[in-house]
């Protein structure tokens, strides 16, 4: 007598296949994180559009330095769509003030992950336009050791473990020259750091994100300033749980403080990141311990303030934030804060609005100068 034959059960081989054509298509259609990156070093710099050597009633040298913040929401279909307009006008609106003569004197952009969106760097005609780490660039520098377990509990479908698509989205653009290294300053002029691939929680770990630093010659200065910018884990726009992101954000802050830390300790210094929120890594990150670090609060009306990390109020009145310190050869001290383009201040463009800072930048009048280590450009007949 013949064995009843048992049914074929086709359909979990049938969800599966369909299950690889959605992930397939899906794919197939996701962004190129390499077709928005534009790196630009200058190899001159024009006296002429820099900012001005002025001399203070005390005697000291100082240059005041325009600095603006952006999260311009770069971000590729399918996450957002429609961005191109309003992309365009960050782009033409920056282009507009520069052409006049009083825009930015340092750019620094977040979530600029989209052609569009390095654009507006490009636009505004800066001579060194410096990205963050790019979608292939792994983390090369030794990293502190990740919370036990932390990678080993990603979930795929919250975008974890499954590779970088996009690059960090940072960049910092000016015309200020990059302090070139030389035989008495062995340090490089410009770096970028990822985060590691196992640090990151939720739909973060998608793109590359990390550090970066710039160290700019300020021509008649006796040190470079130190242009600091990150990007760290986002909370709940991870899609994971707040414990999760907030554990993604100390790892990577302990992995900001290690490039930091090779570095100049004791440099003056301009930093900017996700400074939206008092972070799990914010209150215990290097800036956190560091009694000089200062962030670059609103005063009243259009004027700045100092403020130390646990100042409630900063936080609450800027949804992004600079901070700032200064170092034995240069004092910086922020002179106006102004928030544009939140419905208030100009039309809303942006998920974020942007932070628009001036600095003083001061020092003795008989120091030493750095070298620039950088020629003039050719004057355009």
């Not at 390499?34 to 200058?42: D, L, N, Y």
């Not at 971000?75 to 961005?83: M, Q, V």
């Not at 640090?199 to 300033?225: E, T």
């Amino acid at each position: 007598m013949d064995r009843p034959q048992r049914p074929v059960r086709r359909w979990p081989a049938i969800t599966a296949t369909v299950l690889l054509g959605l992930v397939a298509a899906v794919w197939a259609v996701l962004p190129d994180g390499r077709a928005a990156r534009v790196e630009r070093i200058a190899d001159c710099y024009d006296p002429a559009a820099l900012p001005k050597v002025e001399t203070l009633a005390d005697g000291r040298k100082a240059m005041r330095l325009r600095v603006l913040l952006w999260n311009v929401e770069g971000l590729p279909w399918p996450i957002r769509s429609g961005r191109e307009p309003k992309l365009a006008k960050i782009a033409d609106w920056i282009a507009k003030r520069r052409k006049a003569g009083d825009g930015p004197d340092i750019l620094i952009l977040h979530k600029a992950f989209t052609p569009e969106a390095s654009r507006i760097a490009t636009a505004a005609g800066f001579r060194s336009i410096l990205p963050g780490p790019a979608v292939d660039r792994p983390r090369h520098s030794l990293v502190p050791i990740p919370r036990e377990g932390h990678a080993e509990a990603g979930r795929w479908w919250k975008g974890e473990g499954v590779g970088k698509w996009l690059d960090s989205g940072l960049y910092v653009a000016t015309d200020l020259p990059l302090l070139k290294a030389t035989r008495e300053q062995t340090l490089p002029a410009y770096a970028s750091e990822a985060f590691y691939a196992g640090s990151c929680a939720g739909y973060d770990c998608l793109s590359n994100k990390g550090g970066m630093i710039a160290r700019l010659a300020l021509p008649g200065a006796p040190q470079p300033l130190t242009i600091f910018n990150t990007h760290r884990n986002s909370r709940e726009p991870s899609g994971v749980s707040v414990a999760r992101a907030e554990a993604a954000h100390v790892m990577q802050t302990l992995e900001n403080d290690a490039l930091l830390h090779a570095f100049d300790d004791k440099a003056a210094l301009i930093a900017a990141g996700d400074f939206n929120n008092y972070r799990a890594g914010d209150k215990t990150g290097r800036f956190a311990g560091d009694p000089a670090f200062r962030l670059a609060a609103k005063g009243p009306h259009l004027t700045a303030r100092a403020a130390p990390m646990t100042d409630a109020k900063a936080w609450a009145d800027a949804y992004d934030l600079f901070g700032y310190r200064s170092s034995a050869a240069l004092t910086v001290e922020p002179l106006a804060v102004a928030t544009l383009f939140d419905g208030k201040n100009g039309p809303v463009l942006s998920d974020h609005a942007a932070q628009y800072v001036t600095f003083r930048i001061s020092w003795r009048a008989d120091a030493r100068p750095v070298p620039v280590a950088l020629k003039t450009c050719p004057i355009r007949k």
